[in-house]
């Protein structure tokens, strides 16, 4: 049974860091690609940031230079490093797992599994 468990949300000012983690069990974690997405209160949800199997990443423009996503295949866990957040990072962020797939000669994730959250605050 695939398990994802994200943990490491919080309340912090602006400009503030947080790491989220994601831990991940049930399946061989280093096969599959991996991704951060996050949704705020009235919004759609947000790719925010992709590992894919080959550990290249790929970031939404909204978080390039301030976000990091990382993985420990030892561990089966994912990171979502955040330095510099703002307000309008305020969301529940969710992990998620998939199977790599290729379009147009660009790989893709497929995402099959998910978390269940872990909340970010962001405060002015």
């Known amino acids: 049974q695939v398990q994802l468990v994200e943990s490491g949300g919080g309340s912090v000012q602006s400009g503030g860091s947080l790491r989220l983690s994601c831990a991940a069990s049930?399946?061989?974690?280093?096969?599959?690609?991996m991704g951060w997405f996050r949704q705020a209160p009235g919004k759609e949800r947000e790719g925010v940031a992709r590992i894919g199997s080959d550990g290249s990443t790929r970031y939404t423009d909204h978080v390039k230079g301030r976000f990091t996503i990382s993985q420990d295949n030892a561990k089966n866990t994912l990171y979502l490093e955040m330095n510099s957040l703002k307000p309008e990072d305020t969301a529940m962020y969710y992990c998620?797992?998939?199977?790599?797939?290729?379009?147009?000669?660009?790989?893709?994730?497929?995402?099959?599994?998910w978390g269940q959250g872990t909340q970010v605050t962001v405060s002015s």
């Open positions: 998620a797992a998939g199977t790599t797939y290729y379009s147009y000669g660009a790989q893709e994730c497929a995402y099959n599994y």
């Open positions: 049930g399946y061989t974690y280093s096969s599959y690609c």
